[in-house]
């Protein structure tokens, strides 16, 4: 029933490791994008993709790598992962382009120790 | 100048009260504008769009001055479940992405 669903919820892990994050969204829109919400509450556009196809990526470390099978899923990589990627980071989905609204997922708590 | 900018607040402010956000956005060329609402720790929820003519939801009114670029969000009759950060968001002028504001932070007391 979920319209986009990220998992997991929380993820707690130590400098160095690799972790992937997974999105999902059920309501057959084109665009999913990725986002990250750090302790300042500032809710940056990371990554964009239509159609499995990449549109935005905003100066984002290449250590972050967006994989999009399909449209209805895009999953975020993230290789060595450092104490600054402590944040939210958020899934969202809009028909088309970002003359749309868009829908988010819960989030995904990443703390790094 | 600020891609989107938001007075942070907070607003503390009683039940019943009336309450106005403003947001200001640099970019002429934008085209879509939304007010979206983030609780603590949840993700943020889309509240209404913005459209040219102004709109309103229930207690809450939405209006547009493109001439000042500058959006703005009323809420009346406030009640304790409107406590929430209000983000102001606006699309590029490219239309590639949304910008997002810092959001204004509201408490409604009893």
């Known amino acids: 029933d979920t319209a986009v669903s990220q998992t997991p919820k929380y993820l707690v892990t130590q400098m160095g490791n690799d972790k992937s994050i997974k999105c999902e969204q059920n309501?057959?829109?084109?665009?999913m994008y990725w986002y990250k919400q750090d302790s300042k509450k500032f809710l940056k556009i990371m990554f964009s993709y239509n159609n499995k196809e990449l549109i935005i990526n905003e100066t984002v470390p290449n250590r972050f790598s967006p994989k999009s099978p399909d449209k209805a899923h895009l999953n975020l990589h993230i290789n060595s992962l450092e104490l600054g990627d402590s944040a939210v980071y958020f899934c969202?989905?809009?028909?088309?382009?970002?003359?749309?609204?868009?829908?988010f997922g819960d989030g995904t708590r990443l703390s790094i120790l | 100048r600020k891609e989107v900018e938001q007075d942070p607040g907070p607003f503390n402010v009683p039940e019943g009260a009336t309450v106005a956000f403003n947001c200001t956005y640099s970019?002429?060329?934008?085209?879509?504008f939304f007010w979206y609402r983030q609780d603590c720790r949840k993700e943020p929820k889309l509240l209404m769009s913005v459209y040219s003519s102004g709109n309103e939801d229930g207690r809450f009114t939405a209006q547009l001055n493109r001439a000042s670029q500058y959006i703005s969000l009323l809420i009346r009759d406030s009640k304790l479940s409107d406590s929430a950060t209000y983000l102001c968001?606006?699309?590029?002028?490219?239309?590639?992405?949304?910008?997002w504001g810092l959001g204004t932070s509201l408490a409604v007391n009893p």
């Open positions: 968001v606006v699309n590029s002028g490219n239309n590639r992405k949304l910008i």
């Open positions: 970019n002429s060329a934008s085209q879509s």
């Open positions: 969202a989905s809009s028909p088309l382009n970002s003359n749309q609204p868009q829908h």
């Open positions: 309501l057959g829109h084109d665009t």
